[in-house]
């Protein structure tokens, strides 16, 4: 049984490996971020079960740190690959950590003494972190890293009180970026999706007023390990927030933009209400919507219970722009469809649920891949094998294909390590 390799270490890539290393093949996992994850884990909850998310990944992600037939690169990517469906020829790129991964604890202490402080991408800057963080509080691996572009001993030579504080002796400067190849008789590309950045629509007012969000940075903000410790506190005042509205389709559905459907902001924002109402059961939202998806099982009837039960509301409209009023409060401006008038609603926060767009990385992992991407940016796969992409023996699973919620991610990565087992029998 030949190797296989695994690009991307979000849900898709985490069951793709797991799924691979059960029926005793070798994975070697690359995720370029410190910690695999993924989006999953900036999630507070996952629908319709209302099922923590954290405790959903976290177990697959320890199985796949101690799986003795899986082989974890974090903080690495894959620059180059050749050959054919059965004999592939990969390299791998390790960025320096700046830390010794077998010899950090875990502990903390280097994190308590450093002095530079950055924004937290993994909290969407909400919250700052330190220039040697650990990537999330449930991170795997659980070694913290240095950011070379803010670490001051990096940049100027001085500081290093993390090497001083560091009792395992974990802390290492002298780390390079190193490359490492690899031959592997199948690949499963399971690299993810990015989110439309709606500044460039500023009807919405995003980046202008501060009470104006996305559905990511909502996540966070209603996580107990988030910026707020969940508690849902408006970021212009830190008040709370009592009345939520959801706009729909924000950069979606938009011939100017992304023509398609991203299927799952609907239930994303439902979910998000009732998420609101068990905060505080005083919370009003209002979904405003075009056309409502909520196809997957157990869909419907969750809708029906955040109406009846969560105090939910939904308006069938098309948001004109959003203001503010003196206090900071965004004001949303919209078409009532049911009654064909121009509407106004005053909210506490607003919160715009974007696109799910291709990652813009996309085209050069095409190109080194050697396989090709549809008209959206995404990998293009074969209707009628859908895992399967332009080039035999590379799968590809998740969001790197299209839109897809998490229960889809995962049988569609396990699809592609059924897939992927043919090419790896000698």
Not at 140 to 145: E, F, K, W
Not at 379 to 387: C, G, K, N, Q, S
Request: glycine share 8%.
């Amino acid at each position: 049984m030949k190797d296989a390799l695994v690009i991307g270490g979000g849900i898709a890539g985490i069951q793709a490996a797991l799924d691979l290393a059960d029926m005793g093949v070798q994975v070697h996992l690359v995720e370029r971020l410190p910690s695999i994850g993924g989006r999953m884990a900036q999630l507070d909850k996952t629908y319709p079960t209302n099922d923590c998310s954290t405790c959903i990944l976290s177990p697959k992600m320890t199985d796949c740190a101690r799986h003795p037939n899986i082989t974890l690169h974090t903080y690495a990517e894959v620059i180059a690959l050749e050959g054919e469906a059965g004999d592939f020829r990969a390299t791998i790129l390790h960025h320096p950590r700046y830390v010794d991964e077998t010899k950090c604890t875990g502990c903390g202490e280097c994190i308590a003494r450093c002095p530079q402080k950055v924004p937290d991408a993994f909290n969407m800057g909400l919250q700052n972190r330190k220039s040697i963080y650990l990537y999330f509080p449930q991170a795997i691996p659980q070694v913290v890293t240095i950011d070379p572009d803010h670490c001051i001993y990096l940049q100027k030579g001085k500081c290093g009180l993390c090497a001083q504080v560091c009792q395992a002796g974990a802390i290492d400067f002298t780390q390079a970026a190193h490359e490492i190849d690899l031959e592997a008789g199948a690949v499963v590309v399971a690299t993810g999706f990015d989110f439309f950045h709606p500044g460039e629509l500023t009807h919405f007012g995003y980046e202008q007023y501060p009470n104006v969000i996305t559905a990511l940075e909502y996540e966070r903000l209603v996580c107990a390990s988030g910026p707020t410790e969940g508690h849902l506190l408006r970021p212009s005042d830190g008040q709370p927030a009592r009345r939520i509205g959801f706009i729909q389709c924000v950069g979606s559905r938009d011939v100017r933009h992304q023509v398609f459907c991203s299927s799952v902001c609907c239930m994303h924002s439902s979910k998000q209400a009732v998420l609101a109402a068990e905060h505080d059961p005083g919370v009003e939202s209002t979904v405003f919507y075009t056309d409502f998806r909520a196809s997957g099982k157990g869909f419907r009837e969750y809708v029906a219970r955040a109406e009846s039960e969560y105090n939910v509301r939904y308006v069938r409209s098309r948001v004109a722009r959003i203001t503010e009023d003196e206090q900071h409060n965004p004001v949303i401006q919209y078409e009532d469809v049911a009654t064909s008038r121009p509407a106004q609603m005053t909210v506490d926060l607003a919160v715009l649920a974007t696109s799910l767009v291709a990652r813009a990385e996309n085209a050069a992992l095409a190109q080194m891949l050697g396989i090709e991407l549809d008209a959206y940016g995404f990998i293009r796969t074969d209707p009628f094998a859908p895992v399967d992409t332009t080039q035999e023996g590379i799968l590809a699973a998740g969001c790197c294909r299209g839109p897809f919620d998490i229960p889809e991610s995962v049988v569609q990565a396990s699809a592609a390590a059924a897939r992927a087992a043919g090419w790896l029998v000698g």
